[in-house]
């Protein structure tokens, strides 16, 4: 069965850095494209990261430059490390598996973890 | 506000049909297939349809999902109150290095 836990959410001051692991079973995360996705408050989703199979790296303009996705495929987990947060940043973050058949969608998604950027 | 357009909100009653669309470009929906995420209050999301029109073992064929030029839809026959959710498209867009382009959301309500 596959399942995604994420941890390491919490409260951070501006400009303050956190680090979000997405703990995975049921399959290899060195194997998939694996992303984060953020929902602010009461707002829809938003794409922040992914990385793919073979390492490479993409994220959305918001946090191009502040934000790094990682694995670590001995313990089969992935991290997005936030540096130079903002208030902005404060939402509830998913990992989600990105799947490929003829288009492209995630089908797995973790239970959330909450961000809170305030002073 | 989003490139991908949904309704806001849509209501029906139990038991009958709802849709709910989602308009793109050619940029986006027109060129790439579509998916559909339900989120039931204060839980993650969850894939109820993808390319286009597909269901993932688990969904229920009330379920269903159709794409037409740069639209896509959604739809749910049989409304359950347990079917109250929100409800997003997504799909690539041209403009995107990579990941997934959202809609905006729709908050279904079971009257």
């Known amino acids: 069965e596959v399942q995604l836990v994420e941890s390491g959410g919490g409260l951070v001051q501006p400009g303050g850095s956190l680090r979000l692991s997405c703990a995975a079973s049921?399959?290899?995360?060195?194997?998939?494209?694996m992303s984060w996705v953020r929902q602010a408050p009461g707002k829809g989703l938003e794409w922040v990261s992914v990385?793919?199979?073979?390492?490479?790296?993409f994220y959305a303009d918001s946090v191009k430059g502040r934000f790094t996705i990682s694995r670590d495929n001995s313990k089969n987990t992935l991290y997005l490390q936030m540096n130079s947060l903002r208030g902005e940043d404060t939402a509830v973050y998913y990992c989600?598996?990105?799947?490929?058949?003829?288009?492209?969608?995630?089908?797995?998604w973790g239970q959330g973890s909450l961000v809170t950027v305030s002073s | 506000q989003s490139v991908l357009t949904q309704p806001p909100s849509v209501s029906a009653a139990p038991g009958q049909k709802v849709t709910i669309s989602c308009s793109g470009t050619?940029?986006?929906?027109?060129?790439?297939?579509v998916s559909w995420y339900q989120q039931l209050p204060g839980t993650a999301p969850r894939l109820l349809i993808y390319?286009?029109?597909k269901r993932p073992s688990g969904i229920p064929d009330r379920f269903s999902g159709s794409k037409s030029g740069t639209s896509a839809t959604l739809g749910i026959t049989g409304l359950q109150t347990g079917d109250e959710a929100d409800y997003y498209c997504?799909?690539?867009?041209?403009?995107?290095?990579?990941?997934?382009?959202f809609g905006g959301g729709t908050k279904l309500t079971v009257l």
């Open positions: 390319d286009n029109d």
């Open positions: 050619s940029s986006n929906i027109g060129n790439n297939y």
């Open positions: 990385i793919y199979s073979g390492g490479s790296t």
């Open positions: 997504g799909t690539w867009d041209s403009s995107l290095s990579a990941g997934l382009l």
């Open positions: 989600a598996r990105d799947a490929y058949s003829a288009g492209y969608y995630f089908d797995y």
């Open positions: 049921g399959f290899s995360v060195s194997g998939k494209y």
